[in-house]
Nanobody, 121 residues
Framework: QVELVESGGGSVQAGGSLRLSCHVS????????VGWFRQAPGKEREFVAA????????TYAEAVKGRFDISRDIDKNTVYLQMNSLKPEDTATYYC??????????????WGQGTQVSVST
């Protein structure tokens, strides 16, 4: 059973940084695509960033390119999302997702419970 546990959310002022963590248990992350999604109040869940199982070429949403960085620590079986230059529009619940093939909002097999990120002006 694959389980995902997010941590690292919080409140920060615009321009600040946060690092989210997604600890994966039940399967090595080298066998999984792992990604981050977010959902703001009243909006649909959207893709943020993801790594395929080989972690060669990260994929980012246009809205976060150049500000967010996704990475992983194989020894800790954890995927990170470093978020810099945060904006109020980044405020959302952030979810980690994993799948044997690729992660999308509609087809990811495994999801975490989410961690809240709030960015104030």
């Amino acid at each position: 059973q694959v389980e995902l546990v997010e941590s690292g959310g919080g409140s920060v002022q615009a321009g600040g940084s946060l690092r989210l963590s997604c600890h994966v248990s039940g399967r090595d992350i080298t066998m999984l695509a792992v990604g981050w999604f977010r959902q703001a109040p009243g909006k649909e869940r959207e893709f943020v960033a993801a790594l395929d199982r080989f972690a060669i070429s990260p994929t980012y949403a246009e809205a976060v390119k150049g500000r967010f960085d996704i990475s992983r620590d194989i020894d800790k079986n954890t995927v990170y999302l470093q978020m810099n230059s945060l904006k109020p529009e980044d405020t959302a619940t952030y979810y980690c997702a994993a799948d044997l093939r690729w992660v999308t909002t509609s087809s990811s097999d495994h999801w975490g419970q989410g961690t809240q990120v709030s960015v104030s002006t």
